[in-house]
């Protein structure tokens, strides 16, 4: 992979708005792969690597719940025990 791999994967990240799994499964590499390139970003072109860090932070925090309030959330309607 050369950096020019980087900024591809970077740029798919911000302007198809796509996740590592995604980027993961459209191109044939593997999760840990693409997420090794991104992480060359922070060398090459800080600026998207920052870039690429928000977009992805907020995929994971639109995705899940943190911690145990999923859980609290189940079982909130079954309190009558």
């Known amino acids: 992979m ?3 791999t980087a ?5 798919m990240v911000i302007f198809n708005d796509m ?5 993961a ?9 693409v997420h090794f390139n991104l992480m ?3 060398d090459i ?10 977009r ?3 995929h994971n925090k639109m995705k899940h719940i943190k ?5 609290r959330r189940k079982y909130a309607g079954n309190q009558s025990k």
Not at 45 to 54: E, H, K, T
């Open 7 to 11: 900024v591809y994967l970077g740029n």
């Open 45 to 54: 072109d800080n600026d998207l690597f920052l870039a690429v860090r928000i």
């Open 19 to 23: 996740t590592i799994r995604e980027i």
């Open 56 to 58: 992805l932070e907020n």
């Open 67 to 71: 911690g145990g309030e999923a859980t």
């Open 25 to 33: 499964e459209k191109t044939g590499i593997s999760k840990t792969w």
């Open 2 to 4: 050369t950096t020019q």
């Open 40 to 42: 060359k970003l922070r």
